[in-house]
């Protein structure tokens, strides 16, 4: 069995972006574009580490930070193709060039594994610092390493650019444009940005958006936690409708928001406060309540 990491970093997503895979010191091999997003590294990292491997028969474990990776390629991407390339919502999926080429470049001896990352994990650690090293020499100007890669290999890396494949938004810069927005306003378009395909894509999105210490009390009844959440969240399958209901101040940094979500299956009442803490409203708590 081949194991390896397989790992993306952009400086400024978008910014000068790097990819890298790792097995070892005499294996690995790492890429990128002058002007790319952090997933796009992320995707293209397996997607080189695929292709570099297709001639080999031996079965492949891939490590993966990433939970938008292994949960594009194992959970939703069947249900894109069918659709035509489109999210659950209708909307056209993200990196599409990139999930072809990996839809592609799957097969049956392929395993995924998610691990946290800058946790300590070796092999996670060695792609990581191999993608950032890339993403940092573009930023030079300079070419980065290619690394040995597998002899006898060979890769078809899609036209994966800012522009070719859609761009990430990134997730404050609008917000904080309109400085008449209220702090108010501002809290309601962070929660509905966490309805979002592009942000619950992004495991790295939705972490900046939840406090350290976020609980959610779902509307079955269910505790979640914040870690659980972020290994599970992914695009909706059916669009919400966020309505807001009540913006209450709790205290100058402290907003509690209420509001319905409607969806195919009816609407939900919903309940979050947003503390701000070093100048960035995250949601410390939310909870679902089915509506009489």
Request: hydrophobic fraction near 40%; glycine fraction near 10%; charge should be negative.
């Amino acid at each position: 069995m081949i194991i390896a990491a397989a790992d993306g970093s952009a400086l400024g997503n978008p910014g000068p972006a790097g990819w890298a895979w790792y097995v070892d010191d005499t294996c690995w091999a790492s890429g990128g574009w002058p002007h790319g997003t952090n997933n796009m590294g992320e995707l293209m990292a397996v997607l080189d580490l695929l292709q570099q491997t297709a001639h080999l028969d031996d079965d492949l474990l891939v490590y993966c930070d990433s939970t938008y990776v292994i949960n594009a390629i194992t959970k939703w991407m069947a249900g894109w193709k069918r659709k035509g390339w489109k999210t659950g919502a209708g909307q056209p999926v993200k990196n599409v060039e990139l999930m072809k080429a990996l839809d592609a470049a799957m097969r049956p001896t392929v395993r995924f594994e998610w691990v946290k990352g800058h946790a300590g994990h070796s092999l996670n650690e060695a792609a990581d610092a191999r993608a950032n090293a890339a993403a940092s020499a573009y930023q030079r100007g300079a070419t980065p390493d290619p690394g040995p890669g597998f002899a006898g290999s060979s890769t078809a890396h899609p036209a994966a650019t800012v522009g070719q494949v859609e761009e990430e938004p990134d997730l404050f810069s609008d917000l904080g444009a309109d400085a008449a927005a209220t702090d108010e306003e501002h809290v309601v378009e962070l929660e509905r940005s966490l309805l979002s395909d592009e942000v619950r894509s992004d495991r790295a999105a939705v972490a900046a958006l939840l406090h350290p210490q976020w609980q959610e009390i779902g509307a079955s009844g269910r505790l979640w936690e914040r870690d659980a959440v972020l290994d599970e969240i992914g695009p909706l399958t059916v669009p919400v409708t966020l309505d807001v209901i009540t913006v209450s101040r709790l205290s100058t940094d402290v907003i509690l928001l209420v509001w319905r979500a409607s969806d195919d299956d009816g609407t939900r009442l919903r309940s979050s406060v947003w503390q701000r803490t070093g100048g960035q409203w995250q949601q410390r708590f939310h909870q679902g309540t089915a509506e009489a």
